[in-house]
């Protein structure tokens, strides 16, 4: 059984039957201590009743729930039959239980009572909770409605516990502010079904072949988490394999329940004394007829139980020995109920919507209207097969809650020609039908890919219709979703959020785990991305960076995470709106044992210092499999890393990489860091604390913690931290110690200068330092810094091996050190289609400027409206670096191609989530991003020329200003995850603004000697 809170989204988390009163001890569990009315639904047969009745029978023999004196049962079924008539509850507690006839009626407020209401579904009275009559005494009499709507709401009899049982269609008729706690039966999972087949057939190379036979099968395999399904199919397959080794086994749903047909009839022709052949088949037809009738008619009400009057209205007699037939036994049941009435069901609703299907088709092929009336857009006058499919098809999706699904499949699967033949002996005679399944086909291939969602399909309703295809063994579709998935070109065509179930339902149901999950490369909408998440069961990489998937959404997740069968291993969620309330989600189900995640992305999910609590958890669970996790970009500070820290001195923990850049941390922070590295053992190998305000004091307290003898940090990102000069002696200390198994070390952006460089030179030098790659991009390092490093690289032994000195200020015998940003130019040109009409394009295409006067551009979709504003046509991919020139006020920005077109502020570059920005004016600098401005103070230079450098795969756009000499001044770095194709495009503001591309050229390659370099 399943736990969900109805009033939050939260995660699913295994409860046992005999505990569902008792009060969640989860921390910050918002349940209250009492549980006074649970309400647990499921499907029809997967174990409800059974559920019921193990908790009482283990309450009769002393093992659970001792603390309770009454149970009181009242199936719906048995209320249905004195729904007009007059009871007080005590009356009508004695009713159902005449052994308690000498109860006194104050025994309910002195004594402990659960009340057990089973099957909501089944009910046919009206349940009334904002108008209903107010009845508060045991002994006042009402309607039994009224009794059982004061029983839920708590008015009558407040101290009872209420448990009510409902298929998931009928649950919500109780308002959840009556219901404390949600309860899912969710049947077999996959361990179980192979259990339950294994023990059921006692010839285990039989039953390893029928488990097989039923994994291959899709639409055998999703319906076998239902124990009475099961149960079907090792009768059908046992006895065919029984019969014949090589027999033809089912391989779809209506095969499967065709030939339990046949084995019943059979089975009833073995019991049955007529032996005139002829007669049986007239006798087996017509009983079968009419409880197909039975079935189809009450379908269409939505009932599952039947009363004798129910059957006399179909013609049936229940006093009929055909009725009680072996037959009807197997499919049809029969129960006493209260007052010796009597109720009738099929042995479970998917049999009644099979038989049900059965009935549509044979009025089809008699010609018999007046059952088809139920489909609107059947022509009566026209009768084709097509005409019946295609309304059936369009019924079932107006149907609420799917109430016509599995009824759909069964229609579409026996209109098969395959299926006719093996219900020959039923049918009057067959209709060829593979033109009108021809048709069906792509009608229902239109409704998946319809681009504009006109039909509105939820996700369930998508996967229903893919498993009608299959039902008419249609496999193209599938075949087609094997390849897209598989291809190169999931950005080429628009896809519809139901075809996107469709693709999610292909992947999950597949025997091929796939690689790698990426919604942001399929061309589709935000719902359509969110469709796309359940796969990530049967994946071993999910990268639903950007996809707009809120704490919610984190549900679907977790319930694959704790699946037996997950293969997931690398989840990314970065720059997603989980909040705290998503983290403690994904992190709760860390310590599932069944979760094997090594590698959690977490940057920029607005995260505080409460979801630090929940990762801490996970990390200090036992067994943490986790062994990289990044939380940057979030609003941890130092009491957020503070408890992370916590956790990773956890003897459980097994954490090789921490990511915390951005997370508003300062020296105080260092220290809870330091103590991790010095922690016996520490597992950290890789550790990033970049774009944080650690300055000088933080980098001396995390170089001591380098020097500890138990540290084993390989990689530390330091970039953007404020550190200068003194910083770097620290450094130089913790590089030069013994042992330093620092391997890679990341200072770029940081004020060290050639005298700070000259310093961690030293350390270079030093025979304990191993470092191999050193990072000083952005470093003011100049000539004089170079030749440190130079000295530095031509000691012995120098382990250096890759060296970053781009974006520095090297004089002419450093310009080697400008290779990077020279090798990384990008040539651009503007896009015409997407340039405002206030601007004018000019110099091929390299240049914008800002006129009074419309131009006569012809609409295009990609065009800026209102904004003046324009695009490059060239993607940015891997490093780029490329300069430009302003006048009289200007933006140089990075976008997403994604970017609005329509409209105006919201579409201005830096004012939204997909685009980043310079903005240059004759005065100052500042960066925007989604609205958020930052001032940079004035630079002495006046030159009007920029540089733009992106590394997309580091997740870095640096802006720079470019001095007359070419020296580079470094203005501002974004740090974020780039989910999209980046593209350059430009902002101007007045009258004759203009911006213009400039062109990079290589300079020639000087020897020693040269003592001066141009471009």
Same mark, same amino acid.
């Given at each position: 059984m399943e736990k969900t809170a109805r009033t939050q989204h939260s995660q699913e988390t295994p409860i046992y039957c005999n505990d569902i009163f008792k009060a969640s001890p989860e921390p910050g569990c918002e349940e209250k201590d009492q549980i006074k009315t649970v309400l647990t639904k499921g499907i029809a047969g997967i174990g409800k009743t059974i559920s019921v009745q193990k908790f009482i029978l283990d309450w009769a023999e002393g093992k659970a729930n001792q603390d309770v004196d009454f149970m009181f049962v009242l199936p719906f079924r048995e209320l249905n039959l004195i729904r007009d008539h007059q009871y007080s509850l005590h009356r009508l507690l004695l009713d159902f239980h005449p052994e308690l006839q000498d109860l006194d009626s104050k025994i309910y407020e002195e004594n402990k009572v659960v009340l057990i209401f089973d099957g909501l579904d089944e009910n046919r009275m009206t349940l009334m909770f904002s108008d209903a009559q107010k009845v508060t005494d045991v002994t006042e009499t009402s309607s039994v409605g009224v +009794?059982?709507? #004061? +029983?839920?709401? @708590? !008015? /009558? %009899?407040?101290?009872? /516990? $209420?448990?009510i049982t409902s298929r998931p269609a009928a649950a919500n008729q109780i308002p959840s502010e009556y219901i404390n706690r949600l309860t899912e039966i969710q049947g077999f999972n996959e361990p179980q079904k192979e259990e339950y087949f294994r023990k059921r057939i006692s010839d285990e190379h039989q039953a390893s072949r029928i488990i097989s036979h039923i994994r291959r099968a899709r639409s055998l395999h999703i319906m076998c988490h239902?124990? &009475?399904?099961?149960? $079907?199919?090792?009768?059908?397959l046992q006895k065919l394999l029984k =019969? !014949? /080794?090589s027999a033809e086994i089912p391989q779809t749903l209506t095969e499967m329940y065709i030939h339990f047909l046949l084995i019943q009839i059979n089975m009833r022709n073995q019991k049955y004394e007529e032996r005139d052949p002829e007669k049986l088949l007239q006798s087996n037809r017509e009983v079968i007829v009419k409880l197909a009738e039975v079935a189809f008619k009450q379908l269409m009400k939505g009932n599952v139980m039947f009363y004798e009057e129910d059957l006399k209205e179909s013609g049936i007699d &229940?006093? !009929?020995a055909a009725v009680h037939s072996g037959i009807c036994t197997e499919i049809f049941k029969e129960e006493s109920l209260i007052h010796q009435r009597k109720v009738y069901s099929f042995i479970h609703l998917s049999v009644q919507e099979f038989l049900a299907a059965f009935y549509v088709f044979y009025s089809h092929v008699i010609k018999n209207k007046e059952p088809l009336h139920e489909f609107r857009y059947y022509i009566l006058n026209q009768a084709s097969l097509d005409d019946l499919l295609r309304s059936a098809v369009d019924e079932a999706l107006w149907c609420k809650n799917g109430q016509l699904d599995l009824f759909l499949r069964f229609l579409l699967g026996i209109s098969l020609e395959s299926n006719q033949r093996l219900l020959q002996d039923l049918l009057t005679h067959t209709e060829s039908s593979s033109e009108s399944i021809r048709k069906t086909t792509q009608y229902i291939k @239109?409704? $998946?890919? !319809?681009? %504009?969602?006109?039909?509105?399909?939820?996700a369930d309703t998508s996967m229903n219709l893919f498993l009608c295809l299959l039902e008419m063994k249609d496999q193209t579709l599938s075949r087609d979703i094997q390849e897209f998935v598989k291809s190169d070109k999931h950005s080429e065509e628009k896809l519809s959020p139901a075809q996107c179930s469709t693709i999610s339902y292909m992947i999950q149901m597949s025997e091929e785990v796939l690689d790698e999950l990426n919604p942001t490369k399929y061309n589709t909408s935000d719902e359509g991305k969110r469709r796309l998440i359940p796969a990530v069961i049967n994946c071993r990489k999910a990268l639903l960076t950007g996809c707009n998937i809120t704490g919610q959404d984190c549900e679907i997740m977790t319930s694959a995470l704790q699946s037996s069968n997950c293969v997931l291993r690398e989840l990314d969620l970065s720059n997603n709106d989980l909040q705290d309330s998503g983290v403690k989600l994904l992190t709760d189900v860390l310590k599932s044992p069944n979760c094997q995640l090594q590698i959690l992305r977490l940057s920029g999910c607005v995260m505080t210092e409460e979801g630090c609590g929940y990762v801490s958890s996970a990390l200090s669970s036992n067994p943490s499999r986790l062994r990289e996790i990044d939380l940057s970009n979030n609003v941890l500070q130092d009491s957020g890393v503070k408890i992370i820290s916590d956790g990773l001195t956890s003897p459980n923990c097994q954490l090789?990489? %921490?990511? %915390?850049? *951005?997370?508003?941390?300062?020296?105080? @922070?260092?220290?809870? &860091?330091?103590?991790? +590295? $010095?922690? #016996?053992?520490?597992?950290?190998r890789e550790l990033d604390l970049s774009n944080n305000d650690l300055q000088d004091l933080g980098v001396k307290i995390i170089s001591n913690g380098l020097i500890s003898p138990n540290c084993q940090l390989h990689i530390l990102r330091l970039s953007g931290c404020m550190m200068t000069e003194e910083g770097c002696g620290y450094m130089s200390s913790a590089l030069s110690s013994n042992p330093s198994h620092l391997r890679e070390l990341d200072l770029s952006n940081n004020d060290l200068q050639d005298s700070g460089v000259k310093i961690i030179s030293e350390g270079l030098k030093s025979p304990n330092c191993q470092l191999q790659k050193l990072r000083l991009s952005g470093c003011m390092v100049t000539e004089e810094g170079c030749g440190f490093v130079s000295s530095a690289l031509s000691s012995n032994p120098s382990h250096l091996k890759e060296l970053d000195l781009s974006y520095n200020h090297p004089g002419d015998s450093g310009v080697k050190l400008l290779s990077d940003r020279y090798s990384n130019a990008c040539d651009l040109t503007l896009d015409p289609n997407t340039a405002n009409t206030r601007l004018i394009l000019s110099e091929k295409n390299r240049k914008i400027t800002c006129v009074f006067q419309h131009q006569p551009y012809p609409d295009h979709p990609e065009r800026f409206d209102e904004v003046p504003q324009v695009l490059?046509? =060239?993607?940015?991919? *891997?490093?780029?670096y490329w300069e430009a020139e302003w006048s009289r006020g200007a933006e140089i920005s990075v976008t997403y191609k994604g970017i609005s077109r329509k409209g105006g502020s919201d579409c201005w570059f830096g004012y939204n989530d997909k685009s980043w920005s310079l903005e240059c004016s004759n005065n100052s600098f500042s960066v925007r991003h989604n609205k958020n401005s930052t001032d940079i103070p004035v630079i002495s230079s006046s030159s009007k020329r920029v540089g733009v450098y992106v590394d997309v795969s580091a997740g870095t756009l640096s802006f720079y200003s470019v001095s007359d000499t070419h020296t580079l001044t470094h203005l501002h770095t974004f740090n974020t995850t780039f989910t999209e194709p980046l593209y350059a495009g430009f902002r101007v503001y007045y009258y004759k603004s203009s911006v213009s591309l400039c062109d990079i050229k290589q300079p020639p390659v000087r020897n020693n000697s040269d003592t001066h370099t141009t471009r």
């Open positions: +009794l059982m709507s #004061n +029983l839920m709401t @708590g !008015d /009558l %009899l407040p101290s009872a /516990l $209420i448990w239902i124990p &009475v399904f099961c149960w $079907i199919s090792s009768t059908v =019969e !014949d /080794l &229940v006093t !009929d @239109g409704k $998946i890919k !319809d681009k %504009l969602n006109r039909y509105h399909l939820s090789h990489i %921490l990511r %915390l850049s *951005g997370c508003m941390m300062t020296e105080k @922070g260092c220290g809870f &860091v330091s103590s991790v +590295l $010095i922690s #016996n053992p520490s597992h950290l490059c046509g =060239e993607s940015l991919t *891997g490093r780029c």
